[in-house]
């Protein structure tokens, strides 16, 4: 369960570095429409991602829990 909430954190960290730096990197170099366009584009999914994997792992997580405690009726 480690495992899958360290990919996701990746994915969150490299979703929001990708997304926040381009305005900044932008201002330094010159960059192309399409190429700003691209990398926030490709950050917005990586985001995403990133929390579907959290969500899915927490609810995985929840769900073992129920199964293996003694005395919670499901």
Do not use: W
């Not at 495992?3 to 994915?11: E, N, S, T, V």
């Not at 570095?17 to 330094?28: A, E, G, K």
């Amino acid at each position: 369960m480690k495992r899958i909430q360290k990919i996701a954190m990746a994915y969150l960290i490299i979703g929001l570095l990708l997304t926040l730096l381009m305005p900044i990197v932008s201002r330094y170099f010159e960059l192309s429409d399409f190429l700003k366009g691209f990398l926030k584009g490709l950050g917005l999914p990586l985001e995403i991602i990133g929390i579907i994997k959290l969500q899915s792992a927490k609810k995985n997580n929840s769900c073992s829990l129920k199964k293996h405690t003694p005395g919670i009726n499901n």
